[in-house]
């Protein structure tokens, strides 16, 4: 099966000629659309009424999941295939949690039982006493999706005191932000348990990060090995060189910005909360997952969403599009979101290395509502270009607010605040208001979704995530780019090494060899040194 | 004096005209431009060599400025002008920080007073004791300007024990935020001094929240009002209806997303750290005021930014930006800096309240390097549109590594590791590499600019801070929009409540009167009832 580019597929022309017809929300918007433009799981309800789609696009998007098989390309994909061709690799972050699981769940034993052992205070920090907190040293992957998952249930846990230590994550080379930290917690520094997450095990942040924690471990006379853990490939650089409390394995075939899954993710999320959140979070992701294999796009809602992305980027000429969630819980997760969207579809050359003629990802943007709205939402709504945004909201606060008296009515009105303003801003993006000075005039007609869930918790946490991870590979599929290899950060990371090996040479002033190296000097030069 | 529409203005005509050449980065790159391409001020250097942009761009970059009378449309501003039409405003933030600030030097003062007063212990919480925390209730241009010029200065502050209050920021309406701050604070909450901040004294997330910490206090049994200071503009309702230890005052004249240089910054930053660290950003802020009165694009560093923006929008065709900081601490400056211009110049109206036939204000996004290296920068480097990036670098670091011996070579290796990855992005985007693989090609020719700084301190924060905010004001004037009002964001909150009101209407169900209200009835029941 060679995949097709989109443009050479007969159902996105027809899409392409039929978005010239100019569809107008206003036109459609109807009390009937409301309740038939929703797709539903246990976990996630999907509303597109809000959407340039009508039952034309919603027949053209199950033809061009059909021409573009996509189910059949997800089946492949699962089924371990080496379909990330570029690193000759498969993609097997699914398998983190299928109800099979059979490659992964010894792993996730062995977290469970760290983790037990860590809150039961069998595993001690190198001076005997328990653990208090825990630090992950990572970066990309390694950092946005386990702090996103902590981020996203702190007020649930909290709320049911479930918050078994203190966390937090350094990921910047940034020594002042490094420096920060330390002062911050240095009352903590004895009892905090290190978990450096390098999938390869030689990410230059990570690996430097790891050298000056060793450096202020042993000005204060501290053995660090003990309080220590990895997070790495069988073998790595790192597993082989360091001396620590235990190591916990990762897959080659799983990609860091798809790895919060795995140990990653699992690791600290267990040792924070416990197992069972991430049990819990595994769930909500396997019914996405299975969810994902239906072949009806009106009842696959990555798919769904995945196709409107395509039609609304390609067809529409939308060029970034924005994700708001009214929780400032989630406000990690949006990075976490932009990262996996960016750097997985920001490409322009096709499965065969061919240059592709049309638009791939667009920029992702977006941060909790509603602050947003006191933002950049000015622009949304009155900008010269259109941004279409997916609104998601949650019925129910993570707190249990009835035990909350006498102050429950306070809660629940800030709730309903909330709430009010997400469906206010989306009926004012998508339907506006028609006044004759133009200053006050709202044309409406910006598209939106909105994602509603019951309530952010561990399961619905898992579904999300699985919601745009699969909604990722969909539009990797559609646009026939290897959404998993990131050549792109290569080049950079290369340059660094040149100026980092000049600099070695010659420690007064810096010279090049190559036309290249001599630029590249010149402009460091010029930038940083005196 | 009539302002032109940019599509009006000759000098423009002519760039659309250039633009359509095709300049080409490595063409134009050598050891020379790197040399000549620059511009700057005791606080700031700018480099545009990476910038799509040659002599004759320049050329009429200064023709622009002119026709557009850039420089007297910022007198015209400074004079106090009610050039904000829409609201019958003048626009004032400029004079907080002018030399002269007959205006607002009383207020300032009486800054000064109190917090010498919380730091000496005269002034005490409810309670007797000293005031251990500070925590501001804002939201929008109350909540991110402030909180970015504390994340800014906080490991310089650190290192200099200059930290006299912890602090914290509470902004969105979402109880489970609210709930969970709480949670982590209640040891301190006696020994809190709240600062509320609202223009209007009528913004419902803050006065809700206010409501919600009084209910929350009273459950404690705390005279909560002798821990309040409030920010607001003289007779608002705020003001008449809290009883507190203080009020600060700011004028209507200065919009809340340019409010940071008054009160609504300088009381927090006075109580965290000093003052004097006010004092130093606001002479910051004044040095690039006055840089940017400059009448030569090429010596007028914002002036120039500006024009830049402006060939990138609307002759290259750009629709989003980044600026990307080499500096943890600079995070939320971003998130501030996106704010205050989708706000500013994400509008469609002329000045005269006509629709503009081009594009305005651009999307902004961004986040600190080298984090942001590892998310989307593949997209930057290889995605299938162009994104303009400006980098912010900084020559030292914020801490003084020479006291922290052993580790300090560590410490100066990462920073070293940090700005040489800051200047081969800059150069992989700018001047790419070819490869025959095209997955492994780099075109380049994705045009940067850099902005340096000896360090992150207050007075270059207060540059960077005046910098931007004058690009925008800039920016607004070439593209002849009203810079500072935001009629776009009126609609949502009219509609959130009708929705308030409908809901105390009919607790049981929802329902509406007018088909606007039936729908937004029916879209927020389908969304959020069972």
Known sequence: MTPLNLDQLDAFSQLFSYAKNGLRLKDMMSVKRVKDFQAHTASLSYHFYGAKIDQNVLQLFQKLSEQSNLISRYK?????????????????????????????????????????????GTITSSNGTPFKKVVQIGIGGSYLGPKSFLDALMPYAISRNDVKLKSDFISNIDPDSFYSYLHAESSVFNETLWIIVSKSGSTIETTENLNLLRAIADKKGIDISKNIVLVTQKKSRLE????????????????????????????????????????????????????????????????????????????????????????????????????????????????????????????????????????????????????????????????????????????????????????????????????????????????????ICDQLNPETLGALLSFYENTIMFQGFLWNVNSFDQEGVELG???????????????????????????LQKIYSESFNN
């Open 493 to 519: 990371k290369k340059l660094a090494t040149s100026l980092g090996q000049l600099r070695k040479q010659s420690t007064s002033t810096y010279e090049g060899n190559t036309q290249t190296e001599k630029l």
């Open 240 to 451: 082989q060189e360091t001396t620590c409390l235990n190591t916990f394995y990762i897959d080659e075939n799983i990609g860091g910005r798809f790895s919060v899954t795995s140990a990653v993710g699992a690791l600290i999320v267990s040792l924070v909360f416990s197992p069972t959140y991430m049990e819990s979070i595994l769930k909500g992701s396997r019914e996405i997952d299975e969810n994902s294999l239906n072949k009806n796009c009106l009842t696959n809602l990555a798919m769904l969403n995945a196709l409107n992305s395509i039609w609304e980027r390609n067809c529409l000429n939308y060029s970034y599009k924005a994700v708001i969630p009214y929780s400032e819980a989630l406000n990690s997760f949006i990075l976490h979101l932009q990262q996996t969207d960016c750097e997985s579809n920001g490409k322009q050359v096709n499965q065969n290395g061919d240059f592709i003629p049309y638009q791939t990802g667009p920029m992702l943007v977006g941060s909790a509502g509603t602050n947003s709205q006191h933002s950049y939402f000015q622009k949304f709504h009155q900008g010269s270009d259109v941004c279409p945004v997916q609104f998601i909201g949650f019925k129910k606060t993570q707190i249990d607010i009835s035990v909350e008296d006498p102050i429950s009515d306070n809660f629940k009105r800030n709730h309903n605040l909330l709430n009010e303003n997400l469906i206010s801003q989306f009926f004012a993006l998508t339907l506006g208001n028609q006044s004759r000075d133009p200053r006050k005039n709202f044309d409406g007609n910006r598209p939106c979704t909105l994602l």
């Open 76 to 120: 492949e994909l699962t089924s371990g295939s080496l379909i990330n061709k570029t690193e000759n690799r498969a993609v097997l972050h699914h398998a983190v949690r299928s109800s099979s699981k059979t490659l992964y769940s010894d792993e996730f034993n062995r977290i469970k039982t760290f983790a037990n052992g860590v809150h039961s």
